[in-house]
């Protein structure tokens, strides 16, 4: 049921996401789903949970391969665009799950531990690559993680071109940051 939510969702935006709609894409009972899932709140939840954890598993997986390379550039780079790409192919559900759930304090608190575990891999890919610990500041990675956020929010809310005119790849837009990133630490 949730493979079917997520495609009507894909699909068919948030109007789309009935229970009836769910209950007939996944070919099953309207039993099936209350017993499942209480009522569509509970549906909404899950799907929550879900998205968050194919987040957080994606880029825990690009925090590996990039603290594989062996310069802080290549890390980071790698780091970035793969974030860029798995927050531009999941704009739309990001995009549905900020707006309908802003107001659930519970799910806010799931998103903000996943923004803040993908800092603690910007701070762990960092300081990796530092020749000692005193080396890592994390007052200057706060503003890095914030810019970050930023550029992220981007992505759901506009397309490329929309902030000023100018269409920009997310591997130029990695390559950018990254340059960023390391002239301000």
Same mark, same amino acid.
């Given at each position: 049921?949730?493979?079917? =939510?997520?495609?009507? %969702? /894909?699909?068919?935006?948030?109007?789309? &996401?009935?229970?009836?709609? $769910?209950?007939? @894409?996944?070919?099953?009972?309207?039993?099936?789903?209350?017993?499942?899932?209480?009522?569509?709140?509970?549906?909404?939840?899950?799907?929550?949970?879900?998205?968050?954890?194919?987040?957080?598993?994606?880029?825990?997986?690009?925090?590996?391969?990039?603290? =594989?390379?062996?310069? %802080? /550039?290549?890390?980071?780079?790698?780091? &970035?665009?793969?974030?860029? $790409?798995?927050? @531009?192919?999941?704009?739309?559900?990001?995009?549905?799950?900020?707006?309908?759930?802003?107001?659930?304090?519970?799910?806010?608190?799931?998103?903000?531990?996943?923004?803040?575990?993908?800092?603690?891999?910007?701070?762990?890919?960092?300081?990796?690559?530092?020749?000692?610990?005193?080396?890592?500041?994390?007052?200057?990675?706060? &503003?890095?993680?914030?810019?970050?956020?930023?550029?992220?929010?981007?992505?759901?809310?506009?397309?490329?071109?929309?902030?000023?005119?100018?269409?920009?790849?997310?591997?130029?837009?990695?390559?950018?940051?990254?340059?960023?990133?390391?002239?301000?630490?």
């Amino acid at each position: 049921m949730l493979v079917a =939510a997520e495609e009507l %969702l /894909r699909l068919g935006g948030a109007d789309a &996401l009935t229970v009836e709609a $769910v209950v007939e @894409r996944a070919g099953t009972s309207t039993g099936s789903f209350y017993a499942r899932f209480g009522n569509r709140r509970g549906l909404l939840v899950a799907m929550h949970e879900r998205f968050l954890e194919t987040l957080d598993a994606t880029w825990r997986r690009a925090a590996n391969d990039a603290l =594989a390379q062996s310069t %802080l /550039r290549d890390s980071l780079r790698l780091f &970035l665009g793969a974030v860029f $790409v798995a927050v @531009r192919r999941h704009r739309d559900t990001l995009h549905f799950h900020m707006i309908h759930n802003a107001h659930d304090e519970n799910m806010r608190s799931q998103g903000n531990e996943l923004t803040r575990g993908a800092f603690a891999l910007i701070v762990e890919i960092v300081g990796t690559h530092a020749k000692q610990e005193s080396d890592v500041d994390l007052d200057k990675l706060d &503003l890095v993680g914030r810019a970050l956020f930023g550029l992220l929010l981007e992505i759901v809310l506009f397309d490329s071109h929309e902030v000023n005119g100018r269409h920009v790849a997310d591997e130029e837009r990695a390559e950018r940051f990254t340059d960023m990133v390391l002239a301000y630490l």
